[in-house]
Each structure stands twice: as C-alpha cells, then as structure tokens.
C-alpha cells in the first residue's frame, strides 16, 4: 500500500467477483505479502495503471486528475450491459 496519506476511491465489484477477490486474500494473500484487500486491490490497480501508461501514454506518468472530475459511482445498467470484456 501507498505510504502516503490515501486519497479514497471505492471499487465497485458484483458479488461473485467480491467473493473471489475475498477468497485470493484469504487463500494466497499472505504468501503473496498482502497485508489485507486493500493492500491486493492497490497492487492490481496499480499494475494496470503501469500496464496502461506503457501502451498510451509512451510509459509516462499522466497529469494528475484532481477529485471531483470523474462521474462518481457505478455504470448505469445500459453501460454495464453494454460493456466490452
């Protein structure tokens, strides 16, 4: 997890991927060095962001995106029908 002071988002999960991310933690967390959820769902997301700079942004940090600029909360049941995968 970050050493800096959180700045706070909540993740979104349906139920079956919140029992999943709950049973990796219990089952492979610790071995991992995972001190709780958070610490597991920081390190996914992160990797991503990492995974996202190298292929859009030339492996560059991004502008920081102040809070507030995003729309807050879940996808609308259109957009989660409509969501690729």
């Known amino acids: 997890m970050s050493k800096r002071k959180p ?3 909540t993740p ?5 991927d919140a029992d999943q991310v709950r049973a990796a933690f219990l089952a492979a967390g610790h071995a ?3 001190r709780s959820v958070t610490d597991l769902i ?12 190298r292929k859009h942004n030339h ?3 991004w502008e920081p995106v ?6 807050p909360g879940r996808r609308t049941l259109e957009e989660e ?5």
């Open 32 to 34: 991992e060095g995972y």
């Open 59 to 61: 492996g560059r940090k």
């Open 7 to 9: 700045a706070s988002f």
């Open 66 to 71: 102040a809070p507030g600029t995003l729309r």
């Open 12 to 16: 979104y999960f349906t139920q079956t």
């Open 42 to 53: 920081e390190a996914a997301v992160m990797r991503e962001v990492k995974r996202l700079q």
């Open 81 to 85: 029908k409509n969501r690729a995968r």
